[in-house]
């Protein structure tokens, strides 16, 4: 079971980017994964995640700005975030669930409940 992010980079304020998460070894459709950053110095946060039967859930300061899906054909979560702020700058993280409890409003963010953890992207936003 492996997962691996991909698309981040340099963007300036403002700008857009598509982070991509791909499973391998597994059915990523019928898995919950979720998405997280950790800038430096801080913890990691959550930011979103989509389940199985496609509940999403979102952190609220991210709302409005970043959008979760899957691409069932691609094994492949996406994570769209618009109008990037430089307290966006972090490394973003894909993990997903197979061994652990499902995802509830309650969990989904709690980093140690996920099973499996890509290597990360970085995003760095700057003009």
């Known amino acids: 079971v492996q997962v691996v992010e991909s698309g981040g980079g340099l963007v300036q304020p403002g700008g857009s980017l598509r982070l991509s998460c791909l499973g391998s070894?597994?059915?990523?459709?019928?898995?919950?994964v979720g998405w997280f950053r950790q800038a430096p110095g801080m913890g990691r946060e959550g930011l979103s995640c989509?389940?199985?039967?496609?509940?999403?859930y979102y952190r609220d300061s991210v709302k409005g700005r970043f959008t979760i899906s899957r691409d069932n054909a691609k094994n492949t979560v996406y994570l769209q975030i618009n109008n990037l702020k430089s307290e966006d700058a972090a490394i973003y993280y894909c993990a997903t669930v197979i061994y652990g409890p499902a995802r509830t409003a309650d969990n989904w963010y709690k980093p140690n409940t996920y099973d499996y953890w890509g290597q990360g992207t970085q995003v760095t936003v700057s003009s």
């Open positions: 070894g597994f059915n990523l459709q019928y898995t919950a």
């Open positions: 989509i389940t199985s039967d496609g509940t999403t």
